[in-house]
């Protein structure tokens, strides 16, 4: 009788071969779960509700601040960070007798998706990216107007979208060509200097004369945390000139992560905390809005149409109980040992290029020596220089 023939391991791998793309998928779809949890904070998943703890949890540890008084401007990147930011503050400052200004560094035109989501086109050709870039100018404009804020407090750099950072650390005296529109100037009509070059010297100039012609007593700008460089750089720009002018500033936070805000989508009875990374060693406030605020911030929010077809669940993640603003570490007159009406009242910037609308005022000696230590001697050459 022969011997009985051991199991044949070919069916076994058969079998082993049919089970697998199953458990890959289960694998792969579990993975996609996590993954969509994390970016989301979808609340029906554990770790959406866990993130939904921890959110409340930490926002009501966070002082809570009162409005703003006085002249207020709003440094925004990008047409959107303004409203998605302080749509409910900006409000909130005019309605108590304030003035808001908002200054758009770029016009957004390097979001090629957006271009081609936005102008359903296959390509993102330079003359799309231009084209969205004019778009984009147009929601700002009336996302502005629905917050209440007049027309002629907008102000438009016109600088390219994604390309700040190589401005003002490479591109300085050099101008850069936008890799998206292929433009090294201000292409668009309505802005501060149509033509001006993409150089960092320029956009500093720019923005100083807007500062200079709107004296502010406040600025809102973005914070160093934020993860666009666009945002950095406006970061940079922004603590310079509120420090030269012995403004009051306060930063803000868009990008804190591809996570955050969590949970995405719109969440209006929930409150907004920051990013961790954001929590090391400062102290974030908190602005509270009303539900009339939260209407107006959400009708503003759906005036940039072109955002919300491309990222609307990050867009409506905005719409909270409250908005965060960080008081930068500038320090104050009287830590400096100088009169508070030493630092606040003169106003010593001079445009270099472009000659100030109205009378220079007289730069005092001690704001002088001010300047010279906070931002050494190449920036108190070309601030008090005589031209
Ligand atoms: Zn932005």
Do not use: C
């Not at 990147?77 to 930011?85: K, Q, S, Y």
């Not at 003035?99 to 090629?112: E, I, M, P």
């Not at 390309?163 to 090294?184: M, R």
């Not at 102290?283 to 149409?305: D, F, M, P, V």
Request: avoid cysteine; proline fraction near 9%; charged fraction near 15%.
């Amino acid at each position: 009788m022969p011997p009985k023939s051991p199991p044949r391991p070919v069916s076994v791998l058969k079998v082993q071969k049919r089970r697998l793309p199953w458990k890959r998928l289960t694998v792969l779809l579990l993975a996609i779960n996590l993954v969509a949890a994390f970016i989301n904070g979808w609340s029906w998943l554990p770790t959406g509700r866990s993130t939904v703890r921890k959110v409340q949890q930490q926002a009501a540890k966070l002082p809570v601040i009162s409005s703003l008084k006085g002249k207020v401007i709003f440094i925004s990147p990008h047409p959107d960070d303004e409203t998605l930011a302080a749509g409910g503050l900006l409000q909130d400052i005019q309605a108590k007798g304030g003035q808001v200004y908002v200054v758009f560094l770029t016009s957004g035109d390097g979001f090629a998706l957006d271009a081609r989501v936005t102008h359903r086109s296959v390509t993102a050709t330079p003359a799309e990216m231009l084209r969205l870039g004019n778009h984009r100018m147009q929601e700002a404009r009336n996302a502005t107007q629905l917050l209440g804020i007049p027309q002629d407090h907008i102000y438009f750099l016109g600088f390219p979208d994604r390309g700040l950072n190589a401005i003002y650390l490479q591109n300085y005296l050099t101008p850069l060509t936008s890799p998206f529109t292929k433009v090294n100037h201000v292409p668009y009509s309505g802005t501060v200097k149509p033509g001006a070059p993409y150089t960092g010297r320029e956009l500093e100039d720019l923005l100083g004369e807007v500062f200079y012609h709107i004296s502010p007593d406040v600025v809102l700008a973005p914070t160093f945390f934020d993860g666009h460089p666009d945002h950095r750089t406006a970061a940079y720009l922004s603590t310079r000139l509120a420090s030269l002018y012995g403004a009051r500033l306060y930063f803000y936070m868009v990008h804190g992560g591809v996570e955050w805000p969590l949970p995405k989508g719109l969440h209006q009875e929930l409150p907004l905390s920051p990013p961790q990374q954001s929590l090391q060693g400062v102290q974030w406030n908190r602005y509270l809005l009303t539900s009339e605020q939260q209407t107006r911030k959400i009708a503003a929010i759906k005036a940039y149409q072109s955002q919300l077809k491309v990222i609307p669940r990050f867009m409506w993640a905005f719409v909270r109980q409250n908005e965060l603003l960080l008081p930068a570490p500038i320090p104050s007159a009287h830590e400096l040992g100088l009169q508070e009406s030493t630092v606040h009242t003169p106003k010593v910037h001079a445009p270099k290029v472009h000659a100030p609308k109205v009378q220079r005022p007289t730069v005092q000696a001690s704001t002088v020596q001010l300047l010279s230590e906070s931002h050494g001697a190449a920036l108190r050459s070309r601030y008090t220089g005589s031209d």
